[in-house]
C-alpha cells in the first residue's frame, strides 16, 4: 500500500521501520487558555513529561455506586449483549467492553460534559472537543483477560483516519485498582515516540482485534528498548479515581487472577481541529461506536450535580 501524502504516521507496514519522535505538541493551549484551566502549570509540565495523571478520588461514592448499578444493568440487558458494539472474552460471552456508551446513558453522556473535564480537555487540546470513542471495560475476578501494549493513536490514525496526536483519554475507575486486579501499565514518556507497526490490516479488523489485539502492537524489540528507557507505571486507587493519558502513549494490563473484578468508564476526547479523514490502513472506517464520524461539534458542558440523579 502506497503511504499518503496526508500521512504523517505510517504504520502497518510491510517491513520494521524505525521509530520517531512525535510531530506536534504534547500539550495544545498556549497563553490564556493554557494558564486559566484547573490542571496547573505541575500538571501540565508532568503531562508533558510523562503522557498521564492520575487525580484519585475525582468521582464521589455515590455516583460511582450509581453507574455501578447501571453496569450490573448492562450485564443483564440482552439488547445490549446482542449490540455489535457488546466485545465479549476470547471464546466467551462474559462481557470484555460495550461500546459507544455515553449514547446508552445519559448519566454517562453528562459525565462526559463535566465543566471540570472539559476544561481540563481544552487546557491539553487546545480547542474544543467531541467524544471519538466510549466504553465501559470490564475485567471480571479471576478470568479477566489481558489488553496487549499499545498505542491507541496508532490504531486511531490505521484504522479510523485520525490525522494528529490531538485526542486525550480519561479512565475512571469504578471498582478499586488494585496492584492485584488487572490495573492499566503505562510507560511514562513513551508518548513522545511514534512506532510504526507492522502487517496489513484485514477489512473488519476489529472484530477480532477488540477480543485480543495481534496487530497494531509494537514489536518485543521496540517495545523493550523503550520500557527499559522509560520504565513502567501502574496507579492504584479507589473506585472514583481518574487517570488522564495522551493519545500516544504505551499503555497494557495484565489478566486479573485476583477475585476482585475491576471495571472502569473510558471516554476519548478528539480536538474538533482533528476530525478524521479516510483511515490511512486503506479500508473503510470502522463503525461509529468505535470512531465517531457524525457527532463531532463541540460539546457542550452539564453541570456534575446531575450525575447523581439521572439515570
Known amino acids: 500500500m502506497e503511504t499518503r501524502s ?20 504534547v500539550v495544545h493551549s498556549t497563553g490564556q487558555v493554557r494558564r486559566e484551566g484547573p ?39 440482552e439488547a445490549i449483549l446482542r449490540s455489535e458494539g457488546t466485545i465479549t472474552e476470547p471464546g466467551k460471552q462474559a462481557i ?38 466510549s466504553r465501559i471495560n470490564f475485567k471480571p475476578g479471576f478470568h479477566g483477560k489481558g489488553f496487549d501494549w499499545h498505542s491507541d493513536f496508532e490504531t486511531w490514525h490505521a484504522e479510523d483516519g485520525m490525522p494528529r496526536m490531538r485526542a486525550v483519554s480519561f479512565s475512571i475507575a ?27 490490516t484485514p477489512e473488519d479488523n476489529y472484530q477480532s482485534s477488540l477480543k485480543k489485539q495481534e496487530l497494531g502492537v509494537p514489536s518485543d524489540q521496540d517495545l523493550a528498548r523503550i520500557v527499559d528507557q522509560h520504565g513502567i507505571k501502574a496507579p492504584t486507587g479507589p473506585a472514583g479515581s481518574l487517570i488522564v493519558f495522551e493519545c500516544n502513549t504505551l499503555h497494557a494490563s495484565n489478566a486479573n487472577m485476583s477475585p476482585w473484578p475491576r471495571s472502569n468508564l473510558f471516554f476519548v476526547y478528539n480536538s ?30 452539564h453541570t456534575r450535580d446531575n450525575l447523581q440523579r439521572t439515570g
Open 6 to 25: 496526508d500521512d504523517f504516521y505510517p504504520t502497518r507496514l510491510e517491513r520494521p521501520t524505525p521509530v520517531f519522535d512525535r510531530l506536534e505538541p
Open 39 to 77: 490542571l496547573s502549570e505541575t500538571d501540565l509540565a508532568q503531562y508533558e513529561r510523562d503522557g498521564f495523571l492520575v487525580f484519585n478520588n475525582f468521582l464521589d461514592p455515590a455516583t460511582v455506586r450509581n453507574f455501578r448499578e447501571d453496569l450490573r444493568a448492562y450485564e443483564d440487558d
Open 96 to 133: 470484555r467492553s460495550i461500546f459507544g456508551i455515553h449514547e446508552l446513558s445519559e448519566r454517562f453522556d453528562r459525565l462526559t460534559r463535566d465543566p471540570n473535564i472539559l476544561a481540563m480537555v481544552r487546557q491539553l487540546l487546545g480547542s474544543d472537543a467531541y467524544v471519538h470513542q
Open 174 to 200: 469504578l471498582t478499586d485498582n488494585t496492584p492485584f486486579n488487572g490495573p492499566l501499565m503505562l510507560v511514562p514518556g513513551s508518548h513522545q515516540t511514534f512506532v510504526p507497526c507492522v502487517g496489513r
Open 272 to 301: 474538533v481541529e482533528n476530525q478524521l479523514v479516510q483511515p490511512f490502513c486503506g479500508n473503510k472506517p470502522r463503525p461509529g461506536f468505535l470512531g465517531n464520524r457524525e457527532a463531532t461539534g463541540a460539546l457542550q458542558p
